[in-house]
């Protein structure tokens, strides 16, 4: 059984820092590429960043590209992102999401997410 | 960036209802769509992929079509567990991108 589960969310000043990560169990998580995928409360969803299987390639929202840095330890089967520069529109659920079998950049499975507040 | 434009925002409907959502694209992105169900409190879910693919374990009701830059997503028979909000989302390229969402409420 595929299971995702994040945390390291938490209450951070603006200008702060958090490291959030994600423990993947159930396939083989070197070969899936990964995304965290955020939604701010009463709000959408918003893709944040990706990253390759292997790591290699990444890419970013425009929206954190130079404050945030998504990667991964395919030893510990865990993903991170490492958010920096944090800015009250930056409060969210972020979820992590293993993207779909067929190579596309869709979402099979989410973990149940973890809370970030960016507040004074 | 591709913009996903989703209508309607929100939709009321009774059980036993035809609904479709229609979710554009501000350019052509084949059939790289996905959509999603999210339940108030839930986890998003993976309804349909390549913009007419059910996922397992999705009931029949659902069903997915479109390609370039106009997709619909239907559900045949409203059931009670429909009642919730979604998402279509490109894949296409980076930056990948949602729709604003669609909310089904109870008529």
């Known amino acids: 059984e595929v299971q995702l589960l994040d945390s390291g969310g938490g209450l951070v000043q603006p200008g702060g820092s958090l490291r959030l990560s994600c423990a993947a169990s159930?396939?083989?998580?070197?070969?899936?590429?990964m995304s965290w995928v955020r939604q701010a409360p009463g709000k959408g969803l918003e893709w944040v960043s990706a990253?390759?299987?292997?790591?290699?390639?990444?890419y970013y929202a425009d929206s954190v590209r130079g404050r945030f840095t998504i990667s991964r330890d395919n030893s510990k089967n865990t993903l991170y992102l490492q958010m920096n520069s944090l800015r009250a529109e930056d409060t969210a659920i972020y979820y992590c999401?293993?993207?779909?079998?067929?190579?596309?950049?869709?979402?099979?499975?989410w973990g149940q997410g973890t809370l970030v507040t960016v507040s004074s | 960036d591709i913009q996903m434009t989703q209508s309607p925002s929100t939709l009321s409907a009774s059980v036993g209802d035809r609904v479709t959502i229609t979710c554009r694209a501000s350019?052509?992105?084949?059939?790289?769509l996905a959509w999603y169900q999210q339940i108030p409190g839930k986890v998003p879910k993976l309804l349909i992929y390549?913009?007419?693919s059910l996922e397992s374990g999705v009931p029949s009701r659902f069903s997915g079509s479109g390609s370039g830059t106009e997709f619909t997503l239907t559900i045949s028979s409203l059931q009670p567990d429909d009642f919730a909000t979604y998402y279509c989302?490109?894949?296409?390229?980076?930056?990948?991108?949602f729709g604003g969402g669609t909310k089904v409420e109870i008529k």
């Open positions: 999401a293993k993207e779909g079998p067929s190579g596309g950049d869709y979402f099979d499975y």
């Open positions: 350019q052509s992105i084949s059939s790289w």
């Open positions: 990253i390759s299987g292997r790591g290699d390639r990444t």
């Open positions: 989302q490109q894949y296409n390229s980076y930056s990948l991108t």
């Open positions: 390549k913009a007419s």
């Open positions: 159930g396939f083989t998580f070197s070969s899936s590429a």
